[in-house]
């Protein structure tokens, strides 16, 4: 039937990386985002009783987080009201691969990711987060010579901004873009995280 042919199928579901968890999404068998759940929205669920206005509604198997801010990472924001979320890792054989390979790379044994991505974007973001998954493991650039790859010398603001939009970060490596002077600047999931990643790169390069 056409209607159940062109259904998407998505699957969203926490994933415990060694600082913390992050959340996956898949949608039609490929990854579409990773965000990066902060501290204070792990907090929603130890605050559930005394801050109704936060809402951290528990279903079997599922959480569904309730706040209203629309900032895009979890590092500033909480979830959107009707986002279900599954406490266990994805079912999926997408997801299941996106696991693997998650854990191999912070056990320091992939370097490389191999994964089917669904990145919805403007041109010249995809542009950018093409380049960025052409850096090596273990290098950075700075965000002028991420413009400089992509043949816009130009447009290192517009490549900064790019960066910032990655919908999947770690597998899309924005951590290894730094500042003009080799300066941590801005990262979703924030700067100490950044670095983290960075010297696991530098420890198993």
């Known amino acids: 039937m056409p209607g159940q042919n062109s259904m998407e199928m998505s699957e969203k579901f926490y994933y415990k990386a060694p600082w913390g968890r992050l959340i996956i999404t898949i949608e039609d068998e490929a990854l579409s985002g990773i965000e990066f759940l902060s501290a204070e929205t792990e907090g929603l669920q130890k605050r559930q009783q005394h801050c109704p206005e936060e809402q951290v509604l528990q279903t079997k198997g599922k959480t569904s987080l309730q706040t209203k801010s629309e900032n895009r990472t979890y590092a500033s924001r909480a979830l959107h009201p009707k986002l279900n979320i599954q406490e266990k890792q994805g079912e999926s ?103 983290r990643l960075l010297q696991l790169e530098k420890k198993f390069k």
């Open 93 to 195: 054989q997408t997801a299941q691969k996106v696991c693997k390979q998650l854990d191999e790379y912070f056990a320091g044994e992939r370097q490389v990711f191999d994964l089917p991505l669904q990145l919805p974007g403007t041109p010249f973001q995809k542009e950018v987060w093409e380049a960025l998954q052409q850096i090596p493991y273990g290098t950075v650039l700075s965000y002028s010579q991420v413009a400089q790859a992509i043949g816009r010398p130009r447009a290192q603001r517009a490549a900064g901004m790019a960066c910032n939009r990655n919908p999947v970060p770690i597998v899309v490596p924005c951590h290894r873009v730094l500042g003009s002077r080799g300066q941590l600047t801005g990262y979703a999931g924030g700067l100490e995280i950044k670095a």
